[in-house]
Nanobody, 122 residues
Framework: QVQLVESGGGSVQAGGSLTLSCAIS?????VGWFRQAPGKEREGVAV????????YYADSVKGRFTISQHNAKNTLYLQMKLLKPEDTAMYYC??????????????????WGQGTQVTVSS
């Protein structure tokens, strides 16, 4: 069983920044972040393939969010800048997908974290 511990969520004003962290108990190659706002479908935010550091981003966050990893610490990060009210959502760390190139689109990850809330006020 893979353990995921997320942290870093909070409230911020529009234009501000937050960094989310996810400690992963095992070394898994395809990892990422999804989000879900109330009344909306879940949305893939960013995915990284730890083998070659390939990254994939939703169009809505490109240029503002950066996904990265610290291999030695087995920790995944999501640096979020220029936050907008529409970024408000519960953010989930997700790990273990058989095909990382399509993971952002289909969201079929084996493990999901408990979620961390991000709230952006205007």
């Amino acid at each position: 069983q893979v353990q995921l511990v997320e942290s870093g969520g909070g409230s911020v004003q529009a234009g501000g920044s937050l960094t989310l962290s996810c400690a992963i108990s095992q070394n898994i190659y395809c990892v990422g972040w999804f989000r879900q706002a109330p009344g909306k479908e879940r949305e893939g935010v960013a995915v990284i393939y730890r083998g070659d550091n390939s990254t994939y981003y939703a169009d809505s966050v490109k240029g503002r969010f950066t996904i990265s990893q610290h291999n030695a610490k087995n920790t995944l990060y999501l640096q979020m800048k220029l936050l907008k009210p529409e970024d408000t959502a519960m953010y989930y760390c997700v790990v273990d997908h058989p095909r990382c190139t399509v993971a952002l689109r289909d969201g079929h990850f084996a493990y999901w974290g408990q979620g961390t809330q991000v709230t952006v006020s205007s």
